[in-house]
């Protein structure tokens, strides 16, 4: 039976796109792809951001896989045909416009693709410990935690890539 398809489960030091994101994940037996890109805004709480960094615990690799293994194992046997699923998240000095989180995820139909992909997005906020500090134009400084909790030891389960 199909399963999912794991291409991608990363921090990344580099630039990351939906480009890139799309094109890994589409295949003919895909009817949908969804995608989401999270961009660095010019703007938070009502003050200018002229740019951000995002830090990881070292751990937040680990975390980041243990969220696609548990969305994969709570969605598999829902589908006929394979499912495609990748996922990277920046670190270091973004600029306002650069991409920070992107995902995408195939299937064959767009009802899983969205599902797929909205908890993903949901579970990686919330649960992968990266921390943003934002740089606002009037040259203030602040940080902003991101994560539910750090764990004391890294998981056991990894994805394979």
Known sequence: MPG?????AE???DPISVDRATAAVQGDEAGAVVSFSGVVRNHDGGMAVSRLSYSAHPTAHHILAEVVAELVAEHAGKAATPVRIWAAHR???LEVGDPALVCAVSAAHR???????SQLVDRIKARVPIWKEQFF???TVEWVG???QL???PPSQEIEK
């Open 4 to 8: 999912f398809d794991v291409v991608l």
């Open 11 to 13: 921090l990344s030091d």
């Open 91 to 93: 670190v270091g000095m």
């Open 111 to 117: 009802g899983q693709a969205f599902e797929v992909c």
């Open 137 to 139: 134009a009037d040259g």
């Open 146 to 148: 991101a994560g539910e």
């Open 151 to 153: 764990p004391s030891e």
